[in-house]
């Protein structure tokens, strides 16, 4: 499957977009042109006024606050009048535009957000509220027929199946949530941003591989001692993934571990619906790069795919774009597409 550029593929002339991607910790804003081939340069970033940033709020201020920020956001000089606003968001989110969870925004718990309603009547353009995943997965099915599933290995994860030309969804939202799978059912099990224990994000996750990191470290403190890792006062993901990368013998191994679930997963996909292709994203696996991949297959061939040899279960994961555009360039690509199939209705 042919991996599209900052541009997501093919552009047609004519709408600027405003487009943002409202993560865990990092909301991102810019603007998307058809006619001028895709996302421009000057994306803004900022933190989220969520969880990470104002800790041990109510889940109803939190709320309050992001859809503060996001208004905000797209009030700004050079972000106002644009032909439409299209927010990909870190949670299941309706047909409608409302968003009903957000574990790694505001954390567990909480009413449904009807975000979209929310802003639509604030902002003088049409607003389309999706999931992150689903706007990331436009980047790549817009431009190729093959079916595929987008995984998302960052603070959380999370994936979404593009399979006929559309996100595989029901009208709740429901599908793609990978990351809140029970894997590990023991009652100490690792607890997850929602609040349930065992998910896959608690274990296979960027925050999961660093919570396995510490736990290792206290299991084995010699080893621990003797690794890259070692010497920092508190190593982060950042430090984690370069260990891997030069081959630290402790880092790899944990990493390796938190693998085991991750290929569960993607063996549990494909033998239900025969996926076979797996695009990686998200911030802490592109850091690790190729040897995330490398490490990914070895474990998918180790566990099997049923009916596939060794050789094809190993080649069914690939990297995504080495960016953090995909939230942003598929939100344009769907918005885009979106306007011009209601302009045409208008025609008619």
């Given at each position: 499957?042919?991996?599209?550029?900052?541009?997501?593929?093919?552009?047609?002339?004519?709408?600027?977009?405003?487009?943002?991607d409202v993560?865990g910790?990092?909301?991102?804003?810019?603007?998307?042109?058809?006619?001028?081939?895709?996302?421009?340069?000057?994306v803004?970033?900022?933190?989220?006024?969520g969880?990470?940033?104002?800790?041990?709020e109510?889940?109803e201020?939190?709320?309050r606050?992001?859809?503060?920020?996001?208004?905000?956001?797209?009030?700004?000089?050079?972000?106002?009048?644009?032909?439409?606003l299209?927010?990909?968001?870190?949670?299941p989110?309706?047909?409608?535009?409302a968003?009903?969870?957000?574990?790694?925004v505001?954390?567990?718990?909480?009413?449904?957000?009807?975000?979209?309603?929310?802003?639509a009547?604030?902002?003088?353009v049409?607003?389309?509220?999706?999931?992150?995943?689903?706007?990331?997965?436009?980047?790549?099915?817009?431009?190729?027929?093959?079916?595929?599933?987008?995984?998302?290995?960052?603070?959380?994860?999370?994936?979404?199946?593009?399979?006929?030309?559309?996100?595989?969804?029901?009208?709740?939202?429901?599908?793609?949530?990978?990351?809140?799978?029970?894997?590990?059912?023991?009652?100490?099990?690792?607890p997850?941003?929602c609040?349930?224990?065992?998910?896959?994000?608690?274990?296979?996750?960027?925050r999961?591989?660093?919570a396995?990191?510490r736990?290792?470290?206290l299991?084995?403190?010699?080893?621990?001692?003797?690794?890259?890792?070692?010497?920092l006062?508190?190593?982060?993901?950042p430090?984690?993934a370069?260990?891997?990368?030069?081959?630290d013998?402790f880092?790899?191994?944990?990493?390796?571990?938190?693998?085991?679930?991750?290929?569960?997963?993607?063996?549990?996909?494909?033998?239900?619906i025969?996926?076979?292709?797996y695009?990686?994203m998200g911030?802490?696996?592109?850091?690790?790069?190729?040897?995330?991949?490398?490490?990914?297959?070895?474990?998918?061939?180790?566990?099997?795919?049923?009916?596939l040899?060794?050789?094809e279960?190993?080649?069914?994961?690939?990297?995504?774009?080495d960016d953090?555009?995909?939230?942003?360039?598929g939100?344009?690509?769907?918005m885009?597409?979106?306007?011009?199939?209601a302009?045409?209705?208008v025609?008619?």
């Open positions: 499957m042919a991996l599209p550029g900052r541009d997501g593929g093919p552009a047609r002339a004519g709408r600027r977009i405003t487009v943002m993560g910790t990092t909301l991102r804003v810019g603007a998307f042109d058809a006619g001028a081939g895709g996302l421009l340069p000057g803004r970033r900022t933190p989220v006024d969880l990470a940033r104002f800790p041990g109510p889940v201020a939190l709320q606050r992001v859809v503060e920020q996001i208004a905000r956001e797209a009030g700004r000089p050079g972000v106002a009048g644009s032909d439409g299209c927010v990909a968001f870190a949670g989110v309706d047909r409608d535009g968003v009903r969870g957000a574990p790694t505001w954390g567990g718990g909480g009413g449904v957000l009807p975000l979209g309603e929310l802003l009547a604030r902002l003088p049409p607003v389309l509220v999706v999931n992150d995943l689903t706007a990331a997965a436009w980047r790549y099915g817009a431009a190729s027929p093959e079916p595929f599933c987008l995984l998302t290995i960052s603070s959380g994860i999370g994936n979404k199946v593009f399979r006929g030309g559309e996100v595989l969804l029901d009208d709740e939202g429901h599908g793609g949530e990978l990351g809140h799978w029970t894997y590990d059912r023991s009652p100490d099990a690792p997850c941003d609040g349930g224990r065992g998910h896959l994000g608690a274990l296979a996750s960027g999961g591989v660093l396995a990191v736990r290792a470290a299991a084995d403190p010699a080893g621990y001692a003797r690794s890259a890792l070692g010497g006062p508190e190593p982060g993901n430090a984690i370069a260990a891997v990368r030069a081959g013998p880092a790899t191994e944990v990493l390796r571990g938190t693998l085991v679930p991750l290929a569960a997963a993607i063996g549990g996909v494909f033998a239900s025969g996926i076979r292709r695009v990686l911030g802490f696996a592109l850091a690790v790069g190729e040897r995330y991949r490398e490490l990914l297959a070895a474990e998918l061939v180790r566990q099997g795919c049923f009916g040899t060794d050789a279960a190993g080649a069914m994961v690939v990297l995504g774009a953090d555009d995909h939230g942003l360039i939100a344009g690509l769907l885009d597409r979106r306007l011009g199939a302009a045409r209705e025609a008619v």
